[in-house]
């Protein structure tokens, strides 16, 4: 009877849960989401799973997620096995032709579809793509922080997001390497972190969600900050408080926003469910910029 009891506590607390996410389900009805995924989430199988099912029900509540994904890791240990050596400029990957071979040979291929599978596996219906589709993405030449030339690693010159357009009235969810195409045809290698904020600002996606390893944005006390403005970015950036890897998420925040995008989440991606924690709750789950 104890048992039972408890059972049927548990799925009144389930019922108030979904009956809670009302009005946020109302509120992002029809809304475009950009998610670049990374970190944890992209670990183990179970980690996985775990995302891909929560993608498919953000589809099936009607709002549309658009996924980017990295790969470095990946990238590195195919690179180990093929024998190439890798070098970092300004935290960027030098990318020679030998290099973005296996570069998109990686994104494109392993890490891109078995995102793809998850997403399937839980019942979604999810297509792979990478900038070169339809154009996507036409990058220009990126150099480094001293104008070091950094090979075939590009930034995205134009965006070209009709594609995604197309599965906005869908049951497909798109999934997106960052991979690139030049003016002249070249394979260019995109950082994740800036193809996503890429796509969310031609999209004038609703939210830009960049999940990182990380609670989101500290202070000087090292608290998470869950609200802040472009101005406030700029200025804990200046007095030295957002430093290091945090630069390059809150810089691509910044130009998302400028771009249209109406607001970017830095979300912890460890936590369990974080991006339906973050959509569907009044509990957030990372630092949210605003302009």
């Given at each position: 009877?104890?048992?039972?009891?408890?059972?049927?506590?548990?799925?009144?607390?389930?019922?108030?849960?979904?009956?809670?996410?009302?009005?946020?389900?109302?509120?992002?009805?029809?809304?475009?989401?950009?998610?670049?995924?990374?970190?944890?989430?992209?670990?183990?199988?179970?980690?996985?799973?775990?995302?891909?099912?929560?993608?498919?029900?953000?589809?099936?509540?009607?709002?549309?997620?658009?996924?980017?994904?990295?790969?470095?890791?990946?990238?590195?240990?195919?690179?180990?096995?093929?024998?190439?050596?890798?070098?970092?400029?300004?935290?960027?990957?030098?990318?020679?032709?030998?290099?973005?071979?296996?570069?998109?040979?990686?994104?494109?291929?392993?890490?891109?579809?078995?995102?793809?599978?998850?997403?399937?596996?839980?019942?979604?219906?999810?297509?792979?793509?990478?900038?070169?589709?339809?154009?996507l993405m036409i990058c220009e030449k990126a150099l480094g922080p001293?104008?070091?030339?950094?090979?075939?690693?590009?930034?995205?010159?134009?965006?070209?997001?009709?594609?995604?357009?197309?599965?906005?009235?869908?049951?497909?969810?798109?999934?997106?390497?960052?991979?690139?195409?030049?003016?002249?045809?070249?394979?260019?290698?995109?950082?994740?972190?800036?193809?996503?904020?890429?796509?969310?600002?031609?999209?004038?996606?609703?939210r830009l969600l960049l999940l990182t390893d990380v609670a989101g944005?500290?202070?000087?006390?090292?608290?998470?900050?869950?609200?802040?403005?472009?101005?406030?970015?700029?200025?804990?950036?200046?007095?030295?408080?957002i430093a290091g890897g945090m630069i390059p998420k809150t810089e691509?925040?910044?130009?998302?926003?400028?771009?249209?995008?109406?607001?970017?989440?830095?979300?912890?991606?460890?936590?369990?469910?974080?991006?339906?924690?973050?959509?569907?709750?009044?509990?957030?789950?990372?630092?949210?910029?605003?302009?």
């Open positions: 009877m104890e048992k039972s009891a408890a059972m049927n506590r548990d799925w009144i607390a389930t019922a108030r849960t979904l009956s809670e996410a009302l009005p946020y389900l109302q509120r992002y009805d029809g809304a475009v989401v950009v998610i670049k995924i990374g970190g944890h989430a992209m670990g183990d199988d179970k980690a996985m799973l775990s995302f891909a099912r929560d993608i498919v029900l953000m589809k099936q509540c009607n709002v549309h997620p658009v996924l980017v994904h990295g790969g470095g890791p990946m990238i590195n240990q195919m690179l180990d096995r093929l024998g190439i050596e890798s070098h970092f400029v300004g935290g960027k990957r030098v990318t020679d032709a030998a290099t973005v071979e296996v570069v998109e040979m990686v994104l494109s291929g392993s890490v891109n579809k078995r995102i793809v599978q998850a997403i399937n596996t839980v019942g979604g219906k999810a297509v792979g793509l990478n900038g070169k589709d339809a154009s001293k104008g070091e030339d950094l090979g075939f690693v590009g930034n995205p010159k134009k965006v070209n997001p009709a594609v995604l357009r197309t599965f906005l009235d869908s049951d497909f969810i798109p999934v997106v390497a960052p991979i690139g195409v030049g003016a002249n045809g070249e394979t260019f290698n995109i950082n994740g972190d800036t193809a996503a904020g890429a796509i969310a600002a031609a999209m004038k996606a609703d944005v500290k202070d000087a006390d090292g608290d998470v900050i869950t609200q802040l403005t472009a101005d406030q970015v700029r200025q804990l950036t200046a007095d030295g408080v691509t925040a910044l130009e998302a926003l400028e771009g249209g995008t109406r607001a970017v989440v830095i979300i912890d991606g460890r936590a369990p469910h974080a991006v339906l924690l973050e959509l569907f709750t009044a509990h957030g789950a990372g630092s949210l910029i605003r302009l």
